[in-house]
């Protein structure tokens, strides 16, 4: 059984206090707000930045030594393959989190849940698409001499799509909002798991095979 050392302990519950305070934060800000739309909004900006958090310390840790190690110890394809599971279910229970920390502080009056189970996954899908598509961009970085630079600008390239497709799906499975974004949230999230996972696994053993 894999253990975590105490930077990653460190790391995940930094990621949760962060996670937890964020709303608390809008709460204290706004008070009992029943506006759908900017709660909704405030919930992808701080899951947005706890997602981006997480990886940025997640990849300060492998810099320092520890995931150049995991990478000569093993197959780079099955270290990419753990490595970007391990984030997108991490940031998934953290997406999890916040969202009912939303419902905790500010009700539900707010939504219109049409199916609960595809709120659940819509959720899952957009934590599981950041964590591959980060990791993805950080392993890619970690080669480079300036990870922090190159993690950023591609990041930017790829959470624009996992953002659009976040949007569209919360606007959709938690509003209730029929729109035009709402009928490719689903396929654009679903392959922004797919693809910069096979991209990973495609990739990586050309950028570590030394």
Not at 71 to 76: A, E, G, K, R
Not at 83 to 99: E, H, M, P, R, T
Not at 175 to 195: F, S, T, Y
């Amino acid at each position: 059984m894999l253990k975590l050392d105490f930077k990653s302990q460190q790391t995940i519950m930094g990621v949760l206090v962060f996670g937890l305070s964020s709303i608390y934060t809008a709460y204290l800000l706004n008070g009992e707000i029943q506006d759908g739309a900017f709660l909704l909004s405030y919930w992808s900006i701080a899951a947005l930045f706890a997602g981006v958090h997480s990886i940025q310390k997640d990849q300060f840790n492998a810099h320092n030594g520890s995931g150049s190690l995991y990478y000569q110890l093993t197959s780079s394809r099955m270290f990419a393959t753990v490595k970007s599971i391990y984030n997108g279910l991490f940031l998934a229970v953290l997406f999890l989190f916040q969202w009912l920390m939303l419902l905790f502080y500010f009700g539900s009056d707010w939504t219109e849940i049409p199916n609960a189970f595809t709120l659940f996954l819509a959720i899952c899908l957009i934590g599981m698409a950041m964590g591959i598509s980060l990791s993805f961009v950080g392993g890619i970085a970690q080669k480079t001499n300036q990870p922090g630079g190159i993690t950023a600008i591609l990041s930017f390239a790829v959470l624009i799509p996992v953002l659009y497709a976040a949007v569209a799906l919360m606007k959709r499975e938690a509003l209730a909002d029929p729109g035009q974004q709402a009928q490719w949230g689903w396929l654009l999230i679903v392959m922004m798991n797919l693809l910069p996972f096979g991209l990973s696994n495609l990739l990586y053993p050309y950028l570590w095979k030394d």
